[in-house]
């Protein structure tokens, strides 16, 4: 027998959970049920959904696999040092509280002003997106919860800023995380304090808070209590089907990759092939997403003859993979296939984010070796000099990294979800309380959307490797130093870097900045072409010419600053993608036959996409018919058994 019991206002009134029926006891209270139109049989199955994800999160906490989702106590310790210099500086705060009463005043003379004289209400366009709508504006009460909210984030945020006598990372650190909290507590959050959400309900009778419910559970992780909101509808893509469609073959694979090489679209191609290393902290189909803006398809479409990794989605055992097996059985190894494949001894390689950081690694090690592999290289977003990191560097002091290493060497990996988590707090309000409110308050499931779902689908790293590279790139910035990291026991030299080189920055990253990326630039002994595009991390690199958006500056490195750098730089419209082509093609070498792949000794071990990038860390993957996988692992990822030719 089933019995629960839901407290309802009073003792005597509450439901019974018996014998999978639900029976209303309480007198009055049991006709107000009946006669509210509620869906009982609906409650109950909610009832027993989260009594369900209750009892797995007591039993996950009895087990100690709860996950703690607070800072580094070196972040607290932040938050104190700054509160201690508040105090010892009172005229600020008085001065501060002086200006907030002033503006109070005025956003209720406003709002006064408006009930008197409606005629005289001034109507004003909202920049905040979030309190855009017409409904805010209507009644007093949420016309100043809206207003006040955003005069105290001026004021805290004014506050935290005016601070003195503190290190500017740790200001930086305190004002990252007082957003975050500004973020959260906002009205639009929260239906009692938001019209719009009040508005939908009653239009709804009330429905999607039941369906909200239902959304909220779904996302709990009953193995260790954490919510992972979804942003995109994870039934709606199926890789090879309706992205990353390009025709291709897995023609390599070891432990830590898949090697794809495309099928040409031209009777001719470039001799020299190109290699994309895609970050290895996403899955490579960004490149590939869908045929309108694939970069993939454009460079095959030009005549080249693309090989693309596909970094494997780890688990525990590749723990411990360590950042120098990404370059020597990473990119060293696919260059000697690549070498087998055509016949050529030098390629053009481009890195994207993380896997332009290991590219340059790579490049500097086969300088220390005196090796010349690459015709030429492209950087897209990458950072080589991590001084200036931007707001990921809010993650990432000594305390917090501490913290992570030892969380992740119990695992064997670092799990992509909090990676994916950690990346979604840069913007919080854009994907992570907009998609909250959505799912959980609307009660609507996430829309289909091909990049949404790339983002959401995550990809875990080994501890080893992990742990390396926070501590010799964002802590210490090593890679910069001649010497400063060894790969194979050989040191390395950014420095000695002679290949041309190509790189790619977008004004809006806010992953990498710009200025950073130039900083990396500088490095660089060979020629350097610098290219600035619009937009941010993803929209800016993917950026085809037949969108014909966002425009670039392009000019060779010749300056010293980026100031300078950007004044003498010339405005483009368009893509870049066509500035890349008119640079490398210098050094794509003359026509020769299109190249099918599979042919010779590198025989097809199955098509693009490849198993590897179906590897999921949430859920079981889809597969077809010719994947290679076999039953999931008890960590949760497919396993793929190597075969390596």
Known sequence: ??????????????????????????????????????????????????????????????????????????????????????????????????????????????????????????????????????????????????????????????????????????????????????????????????????????????????????????????????????????????????????????????????????????????????????????????????????????LVDQGYTVFVISWVNPSTEHASKRYEDYVLEGHIEVLDVIEKITKVKKISAIGYCTGGTILATTAAYLESKKQQRFASLTYMATLIDFSEPGEIGNFLDQSQVKKITEDIKKVGYLDGRHLAKTFNMLKPSDLIWSYAVNSYIKGRDPVPFDILYWNSDSTNLPAGMYAFYLQNMYIENRLKDPGGIKIGGVPIDISKIKTPSYFLATEDDHIVLWKSSFKGALLFAGRVRFVLGGSGHVAGVVNPPVKNKYGYRAADLEFDSPVNWVKNAGKKEGSWWLDWHDWNIEFAGEEVAKRIPGKGNFKEIEKAPGSYALRRVDTKVKCKETCTCSKPSRNGITQIKPSIK
């Open 1 to 298: 027998m089933i019995l629960y019991y839901l407290q309802i206002l009073e003792s005597d009134k509450f439901f019974v959970l018996k014998n999978n029926k639900v029976q209303v006891f309480g007198g009055r209270m049991e006709k107000e049920i009946a006669s509210s139109g509620f869906d009982l049989d609906r409650i109950y199955d909610l009832m027993i959904k989260f009594t369900s994800k209750q009892k797995s999160y007591v039993d996950a906490l009895s087990k100690n696999k709860v996950k703690s989702e607070l800072p580094a106590p070196g972040v607290m310790f932040d938050f104190f040092e700054v509160f201690q210099k508040m105090a010892l500086n009172p005229g600020n705060l008085l001065n501060l509280s002086f200006k907030m009463m002033k503006d109070y005043n005025e956003v209720s003379s406003s709002i006064v002003g408006n009930l008197l004289d409606p005629q005289e209400k001034e109507e004003k366009q909202e920049k905040d997106k979030r309190f855009s709508g017409e409904e805010w504006n209507k009644t007093p009460f949420f016309q100043f919860m809206k207003d006040l909210y955003l005069l105290n984030v001026k004021t805290l945020s004014e506050a935290v800023s005016n601070v003195e006598g503190i290190e500017a990372v740790k200001k930086k650190r305190v004002e990252f995380y007082t957003k975050q909290f500004l973020e959260a507590v906002s009205p639009s959050n929260f239906l009692a304090t938001n019209p719009e959400l009040l508005k939908y309900t009653f239009d709804h009778k009330g429905e999607n808070i039941f369906e909200g419910i239902d959304n909220f559970l779904d996302d709990v992780n009953c193995e260790d209590g954490s919510l992972n909101i979804r942003i995109s509808d994870d039934t709606a893509f199926m890789l090879g089907e309706n992205i990353a469609l390009s025709k291709g073959s897995v023609v390599y694979q070891n432990d830590i990759l898949q090697l794809i090489q495309y099928s040409p679209t031209t009777d001719k191609v470039f001799k020299i092939p190109v290699l994309i290393s895609p970050p290895f902290i996403n899955k490579y189909y960004i490149l590939d997403i869908n045929e309108k803006i694939s970069m993939v398809k454009w």
